[in-house]
Structure formats: C-alpha cells, structure tokens
C-alpha cells in the first residue's frame, strides 16, 4: 500500500492506459491549476460579480498558496523522476518546485470548493468536485506528483477552508486594517521579496503587496453589470489583463526570481482590481 500511495506505482498504472486524447484532457485540467488561470477568473468575478467575495477568495488562495510554499520548503521532497516514469508536464522541475503537497490540487479544493459555497447550488457544487478531482488526478496522470502529493494537498486544502467564516466577517468589515498594520504587512511583504529567490513566495509578496495598496488607495468604482455589458466589460477586461502581463513578461517564465518579480504580481492585480474599475466608470461617466 505504501508503494501505491508514494511511489511509481500509480503513475506507471496511469501511463499504462494513456493516450493522446486523455493527454489533452488533462494538460487542460492541470492548467486550470496555474497562477495565470486564477488571476485571469477572480478579476472578472470582481467586476461584475460581486467584489466582497472575490477579495474572500481572493485571500483564500494567497493563503492556500502560503501555506504550500512553507510545506515544500518543510518537506523537501523530489518531484518524480522522468527517468523512471512518463511525465508529460516538465514545468515543476525546470523551476525546481519541489514535490509535497500538491499545489494544484490544494488550491483547486480552496478555489472550487470556496465557489460552490459562495453559489450555493448542488448543480455546481457537483462541477466544483468533478474539476477539483480532475485538476487533481492531472498531476498523477501527467507524471507531475506522486500520489501521496495529491492527498496532502486536498487535505491542506481543505484545512484552509476552515478561515472563511473568519474572512467573511472581515469582508464585511470592508478589510478595515489600521494603518500601522497595512505599513507593516507590506513592509514584511517587501522584505520578503528582498531575501527569498523562491518564485512562489516572491508571487505571494507581490500579492500581499498588492492587496495592502488596495485597502490604502480610494476605494475602486463598483462595476456591476450583467447581460452585453458585462460581456463587454469582461472581454476587454480579460484583453487588457493578458496585454498585461505580456508587457511585463509575466507570460514566459523567468530565468531569475527578483525582487522586480513581485512588484509585477502586485502590478497585474493592481491594473485588473483598481485601474481598470476606474477606466470603466470614466467611460460610462463619459456617455452619460
């Protein structure tokens, strides 16, 4: 049993009855796990949805993705081996992410599962388990986890879930922070951004950073909208986040992990979460 749950076993199970059509469905489910997945999907729920909850998730996910960080620096584990084992998805070793707990599949239990909450509908909450069980199998499947990564990381994931009461109550609040808290948890953000060269906690960083300045900038115009405005809204939303994050060079990844790194998180969700707001209420303010 140990051998099923933490060694090759499973993955040469799962490379036994592969082949390309399933090597396509599950390159797409696992990168629905990606960073660049999340950032592209909170924005638009931010704009048109509802904007309390999506800084909720928002935070749900910079803790999920903490709380990964510090497991793989604690755990230390090595990814699997493509020389004794097919893997498909090379990207975790080429940025020498380590192997436990499974990112992907902790974060698809906080962002799925904080979804369907936030829905309230069995429908989607049969979705939210059917994409959360396949972004995490796509680990396995692509030779990216070993099997006991997987289970920690749906584990940890849904520890993590245990804070939305807590966040719900804050959000209510409006994220009221004192000033001499947002100036040291952005102060602590930045010094981390200047001693780590881990990208993970960089992005983390520039996150924290980015939410800090939120809560000390004007708060953003409400954008809600729904039916071909809000197709509009979202379509050149999703056009201007991608434009960018390719201006920064946040699309290919980086040869080195600097501090610039993080202030181009923190860049990227300031543009989607407050410049943006604003550039859509001057244009309605404009026609009217």
């Not at 990606?34 to 999506?54: G, K």
């Not at 510090?70 to 498909?88: G, H, W």
């Not at 909208?225 to 994050?245: D, E, N, R, S």
Request: hydrophobic share 60%; charged share 10%; aromatic share 12%.
């Amino acid at each position: 049993m140990g051998e099923l749950l933490t060694g090759y076993a499973i993955l040469h199970w799962a490379a036994s009855w592969s082949n390309p059509v399933l090597d396509v469905v599950f390159r797409v489910l696992t990168d629905l796990g990606y960073p660049l997945f999340y950032y592209l999907l909170i924005a638009p729920l931010f704009w048109i949805v509802d904007r309390r909850r999506s800084m909720v998730l928002f935070l749900l996910l910079l803790l999920s993705a903490l709380l990964n960080s510090e497991a793989k620096l604690l755990f230390d584990t090595p990814r699997p081996d493509p020389a004794v084992a097919r893997v498909l998805d090379l990207r975790p070793i080429q940025s020498g992410s380590r192997s436990f707990p499974s990112g992907h599949a902790q974060i698809a239990v906080v962002f799925w599962g904080y979804l369907a909450y936030w829905v309230g509908r069995r429908w989607f909450t049969a979705v939210a388990v059917v994409l959360i069980a396949g972004i995490s199998f796509s680990r396995i499947y692509l030779g990216a986890h070993f099997p006991v990564d997987v289970v920690g990381g749906l584990l940890i994931g849904a520890a993590t879930m245990v804070v939305i009461p807590w966040l719900e109550r804050w959000s209510l609040a409006g994220f009221a922070m004192r000033p001499l808290v947002r100036a040291g948890a952005g102060l602590l953000a930045f010094a981390l951004m200047l001693q780590t060269g881990d990208a993970a906690l960089v992005t983390i960083a520039g996150c924290v950073m980015a939410f800090v300045a939120l809560q000390s900038l004007p708060p953003a115009p409400v954008v809600l909208a729904w039916h071909g405005k809000a197709v509009v809204i979202v379509a050149l939303g999703l056009a201007l986040q991608v434009a960018t994050a390719a201006l920064l060079g946040q699309l290919a990844p980086s040869p080195a992990v600097t501090t610039g790194t993080g202030l181009r998180v923190m860049a990227l969700w300031l543009v989607a979460l407050w410049v943006y707001p604003h550039a859509v209420a001057a244009v309605e303010n404009a026609r009217r």
